[in-house]
């Protein structure tokens, strides 16, 4: 059964400090790795979507690397600003139509 | 629409009580997935429709919970008899394609609260 786990649970860094935020998974047969942003109150945003045949996926400020082999994924987040304060969330597939999801990560960009 | 939209945003029931929660999906997105979100954790899968064939229900807690999409196009979430450990966040989520290819699009969710 695929788990995903998602460090640190919560983030609080000042303006402007480039972050990484971590996601492990613990079945290596992944389709696709994805990331996403949820607001308080609110679903969830898509940001990066990585196939299994990549190794990263870049976007504006953000990008996510993929380890298939050490089950890992990282979001970097570059030149953080207070409207990045969310929670993010990672979710593995693995094919068919299921995601699973880490717990997140609350991160708060202080001004 | 622009967007997923679900209702009620926002439902309180008693317990014993059966509720119901739509979801309105981006036209022609073929998949359409449930996903029960609770507190300080993330989502965890319900069930999958492919156009109106309920492909996956793996995920649907109990006998309690039942979902429909009868047209292809907009789906209903039933819980009966609803318990206290019912209370969540019911995401609805449409992809264009099939086969778990492609970008997913939430809608907002519907907070259940079970008293």
């Known amino acids: 059964k695929q788990e995903v786990t998602q460090i640190p649970a919560a983030l609080s860094v000042p303006e402007g400090e480039n972050l990484v935020l971590n996601c492990s998974f613990t079945?290596?047969?992944?389709?696709?790795l994805q990331w996403f942003r949820q607001d308080p109150g609110k679903g969830l945003t898509s940001l990066l979507l990585?196939?299994?045949?990549?190794r990263e996926q870049t976007s504006g400020r953000l990008n996510a690397s993929l380890d298939k082999s050490s089950g890992r994924s990282t979001l970097y987040i570059a030149a953080s600003q207070p409207g990045d304060s969310a929670t993010y969330l990672c979710?593995?597939?693995?094919?068919?139509?299921?995601?699973?999801f880490g717990a997140g990560t609350i991160l708060r960009v202080k001004s | 629409g622009a967007g997923v939209s679900q209702s009620p945003r926002y439902k309180v029931a008693k317990r014993g009580q059966d509720v119901a929660l739509r979801c309105d999906p981006i036209s022609g997105h073929v998949s359409l997935f449930w996903y029960q979100q609770a507190l300080g954790q993330g989502p965890e899968f319900l069930t999958y429709?492919?156009?109106?064939?309920?492909?996956?229900k793996s995920g649907l807690p109990s006998d309690r919970f039942f979902a429909e999409r009868p047209e292809g196009s907009v789906s209903t979430l039933k819980i009966q008899r609803t318990q206290q450990e019912d209370s969540a966040v019911y995401l609805c989520?449409?992809?264009?394609?099939?086969?778990?290819?492609?970008?997913?699009?939430f809608g907002e969710g519907s907070r259940l609260t079970v008293l």
């Open positions: 979710a593995a597939s693995r094919g068919g139509n299921k995601l699973v």
């Open positions: 990585i196939q299994s045949s990549q």
């Open positions: 429709f492919q156009n109106e064939a309920q492909l996956d």
């Open positions: 079945d290596s047969a992944i389709y696709n």
């Open positions: 989520a449409g992809q264009v394609g099939t086969g778990g290819v492609g970008e997913l699009f």
